[in-house]
């Protein structure tokens, strides 16, 4: 039937097109720290540089992160995408709690704890693997627009203190 062929179309369509804008999503968190707020308000065409692979960051938090290589390769074909182009700035507009619910869903078939693929763990593990790498604490909260000591206090405390072990030890 035509009509089961054209919805089949569009749905293959839909998911393809989600896919590419939660990857784009999951790179800026991941590789970037971005909150999750943060990375839904960017104007991807304005704010990321994919020439240099820098993201500037604008809001409360205004920073400029720079994107290492190859997830900016990444980030640089999915934004070439005719998609992106012609959904222009509200290429990575979401609604949170779609974010949230395909990133559970994503953990749920690998017998993953959800708290270890929120939002906030996908940033917090950006900010340990700076650590590991010997960056100071100082510019890892910097990288991660981290400015109340509420929310340096937290990400110390993430993954059960592992930051906050990091940095004694150093």
Known sequence: CIRDRVYGAFFTMFISMNFFMLLGLF??????????GEALELDARKDVDTVTGMVHVPGPNSRDVLLPLSAMRHVRRILSLPEA???????????????????????????????????????????????????????????LGQQKPSQIAAFLNFSDGAARRMVQNK
């Open 27 to 36: 790179l800026l968190l991941r590789y970037g720290g971005l909150r999750l």
């Open 85 to 143: 182009e012609s959904m222009g700035r509200d290429f990575l507009h979401f609604d949170q709690g779609f974010i949230r619910k395909s990133f559970y869903a994503v953990a749920r078939p690998l017998g993953l704890d959800r708290a270890l693929v929120g939002p906030r763990a996908i940033r917090y593990a950006r900010g340990l693997e700076l650590l590991d790498l010997h960056v100071p604490v100082n510019l890892v909260q910097k990288f």
